[in-house]
Structure formats: structure tokens, C-alpha cells
């Protein structure tokens, strides 16, 4: 087993493992549930995309790439720095950890 993507989105980790269950690669998601209930936790409760076999991270990652990069070009949006949550453009510093928004 093997940790692919942590996120505190859910969803978006619902629409990567939906792009592995379509190429066959067995993966889960850990801490669903968990992270739902006790959400003011960060860090080894967040949901997090498991790949089943470790030999498939390679092949896992190259699939999820273009998705997460698309992501990260959006107008509208910058990744944080410090802890990869994505912010609105309008926002400063980041919503999440207070870092500055980069140049
Ligand atoms: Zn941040």
C-alpha cells in the first residue's frame, strides 16, 4: 500500500480515484469517514488516496498529473506554498495556514 494524494477535499480525491478505478489501478480512500466527523483535525486524519500495489504509483501519478496541474493554472485559484490548499485570486494570504500569496 502506498499514499498517493492527501487531501482535505474529498470530492476531489473521489474524482482521482474515479480516474484509477477507470485505468484498473486498485486504490481506497483512508480517513474518509473519519476526517468528516473530526474535520478541525489536519494532517494524519485527512483523507488520503491509497494506491493497493506500490508498483502502480508511477503509472498512478503520470494519469493524475495533467488533472492537478489544471488545477494549478487556473486563473482563479492559487495553490498555497506552504500547505497546497488552493485560494481564490482575490485573497492575499491563504485561507488555510495565513502564508503569503506568492508573486
Ligand atoms: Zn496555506
Redesign the pocket.
Known amino acids: 500500500m502506498r499514499d498517493l494524494i492527501t487531501s482535505i477535499d474529498s470530492t476531489r480525491l473521489g474524482f482521482f480515484k474515479s480516474i484509477l478505478d477507470e485505468a484498473e489501478i486498485p486504490c481506497f480512500i483512508r480517513n474518509e469517514t473519519t476526517a468528516q466527523l473530526a474535520n478541525i483535525f489536519i494532517g494524519p486524519l485527512q483523507p488520503t488516496l491509497c494506491l493497493v500495489n506500490d508498483a502502480d504509483y508511477e503509472q498512478a501519478s503520470v494519469l493524475l498529473l495533467p488533472h492537478q496541474s489544471e488545477e494549478a493554472c487556473s486563473a482563479e485559484e492559487w495553490p498555497?506554498p506552504?500547505?497546497k490548499?488552493s485560494n481564490p485570486a482575490s485573497f492575499e494570504v491563504?485561507w488555510?495556514?495565513q502564508?503569503v500569496k506568492p508573486e
Open positions: 498555497c506552504a500547505c490548499e491563504c488555510k495556514c502564508a
